[in-house]
């Protein structure tokens, strides 16, 4: 009912940049919190910031002051703006949504937590 589709991601050197983007779509009533995470080979998966429907962000300590989490959310979708890349960024980047599903009259309906497919992200140094 809700699919999330991820893109942005690549190879890029040290120090460069990426942006990662993430729409929703389908029976969508409201979007609560949309989130990027990510894991790498051998590694759990982890936060890497977060961003709720009134604003707030959070992010993760080893990515603070070099990405920037922000949503539009007129077209539910978020990015990942990730500057001073690091090839310890080197992973799978996953989107995450808090979704309350529309019902058949556009009433909600129910919570349901939806997983992107997941970018590479590749940092080389």
Known sequence: QVQLV???GGLVQAGGSLRLSCAASGSIFSI????WYRQSPGN????????SSG????YADSVKGRFT???????????LQMNSLKPEDTAVYFCNAAVIVAGPVREPSRYLEVWGQGTQ???SS
């Open 69 to 79: 989490i922000s949503r539009d959310n007129a077209k539910n979708t978020v990015y």
């Open 44 to 51: 759990q998966r982890e936060l890497v910031a977060s961003s």
């Open 121 to 123: 992200v590749t940092v």
């Open 32 to 35: 609560n919190v949309m989130a």
């Open 55 to 58: 604003g707030s962000t959070n």
């Open 6 to 8: 991820e893109s942005g």
